[in-house]
């Protein structure tokens, strides 16, 4: 036979039950009045670039849904890492979150000899927003070739090695380059610039010949003639340019990269908010308008659960970390 607890250990154990209840009782109603100010939601990228357009698109969404302003915040540089960093640092109250990247949070953390954060430790995922392909675009006055072949042959016969424009050193815009140049022997010079905004507008006014851009932030100047698109990065054809081939359709077999975007918290924040945040992008997200504002830009939404989105970084990680392996890219 067990003894029976004493008095007092029955007394603590009361207390103990009683302590977690009120605090289960003070984070659901935490939850609940969530959020009573303004969230600022940090864009680690200059204004304009494809980071931007999501970040403005699904906070404005989040507004409505909560109730209270989604302030939109740049903080560019580093590859993404200084506005990152900020959130990562943040009090974890859901006050401050982060639209992360594949460059934030798969890319950088095998491309960087030292991080201000740990991509998996530092951060609560949140919920998935999209995902995007990249595409081959040119400066039809500097660029003549249309086609992957075409390009492969200009570049290679041009009497002055083509200017290849990024959103930054170690973004998917700049791996997708650097893996172009490894698979067809390509010479190009990497210009990298702080986002893709900055990039586009120098390629449009023929400071540079090409780019490998994220779909969204170019489409526009597709549509509109003053850039060519050559072809897609990603595995399959885009519905929003479903005319423009794939790299590897062009004679590149096996080439594929692809961008990503979604919300991160920092690390602790309560798991009642974290929820909620969730619940909201995915009701935003599984809005008509929203679908054919992100289809008509090339974005694919997923609708994940954190745990999802947690797993689908974590298997990004081990995806891009090979690939940085493979270029032998490193920046201090």
């Known amino acids: 036979m067990n003894p ?13 039950a009683g302590a977690a209840a009120l605090l289960a009782g003070t984070l659901a109603h935490a939850a609940d009045a969530y959020p ?9 990228f200059p204004p304009g670039g494809t980071t931007d357009i999501f970040a403005r698109q699904i906070g404005d969404r989040l507004s409505r849904a909560l109730g209270q302003n989604v302030v939109i915040e740049n903080r560019g540089g580093a590859g993404g890492n200084i506005g990152s960093d900020s959130v990562a640092k943040a009090e974890p109250d859901g006050y401050t979150i982060l639209m992360g990247t594949v460059g934030t949070h798969a890319i950088n953390p095998s491309l960087y000899r030292q991080m201000p954060y740990d991509a998996l430790r530092d951060f609560a995922p949140v919920a998935f927003v999209a995902g995007v392909p990249n595409v081959l675009v040119v400066n039809p006055r500097n660029v003549k070739a249309r086609t992957v072949q075409d390009f492969i042959a200009e570049a290679k016969g041009a009497k002055k090695t083509f200017n290849m424009a990024s959103s930054g050193n170690g973004t998917s815009i700049h791996l997708s380059g650097e893996m172009f140049r490894q698979m067809t022997g390509v010479d190009l010079v990497h210009v990298p610039y702080r986002g ?113 989105f947690g797993a689908f970084v974590r298997g990004e990680l081990e995806k891009w970390a090979a690939v940085v392996k493979a270029s032998g890219a490193k920046i201090d």
């Open 196 to 308: 893709s905004g900055p990039a586009v507008n120098d390629l449009v006014g023929g400071q540079v010949d090409l780019m490998f851009d994220n779909l969204p932030s170019s489409i526009e100047q597709i549509r509109a003639g003053t850039l060519s698109a050559i072809a897609l990065t990603s595995a399959k054809r885009s519905p929003a340019l479903p005319d423009i081939p794939t790299i590897a359709e062009g004679g590149v077999p096996g080439f594929e990269a692809s961008s990503w975007f979604g919300l991160f918290a920092p690390a602790k924040t309560p798991r009642e908010i974290v929820d909620k945040l969730n619940a909201e992008v995915r009701q935003a997200l599984a809005n008509p308008e929203t679908q054919k504002r992100f289809a008509d830009i090339g974005g694919e939404i997923r609708l994940y659960s954190p745990e999802e």
């Open 36 to 44: 009573t100010r303004p969230v600022r939601m940090v864009v680690p």
């Open 4 to 16: 029976s607890p004493n008095p007092a250990m029955r007394r603590l154990a009361a207390a103990l």
